[in-house]
């Protein structure tokens, strides 16, 4: 599945994620997710995932 969406850094720097993607893949409020920085450094990328515990 690839589903696309965007998203504004707000003032506070948080990013909202968007509503079809958080029901899709079922966050709940207040649920741990990791968030990794990945690929080359000229054109790095985010990947979030969620997590039940943390490591």
Same mark, same amino acid.
């Given at each position: 599945?690839?589903? $696309?969406g965007? #998203? %504004?850094?707000d %003032? !506070?720097? *948080?990013?909202?994620? @968007? /509503?079809?993607?958080?029901? !899709? &893949? /079922?966050?709940? @409020?207040?649920?741990?997710?990791?968030? /990794? &920085?990945?690929?080359?450094? #000229? %054109? @790095?990328?985010?990947?979030?995932? #969620? *997590? %039940?515990?943390? $490591?």
């Open positions: 599945m690839l589903m $696309r965007f #998203s %504004k850094v %003032k !506070e720097g *948080r990013i909202p994620i @968007p /509503k079809n993607m958080s029901r !899709e &893949v /079922k966050l709940e @409020p207040g649920q741990l997710v990791e968030i /990794k &920085v990945q690929g080359p450094l #000229s %054109k @790095p990328f985010l990947i979030i995932n #969620s *997590r %039940k515990t943390a $490591r």
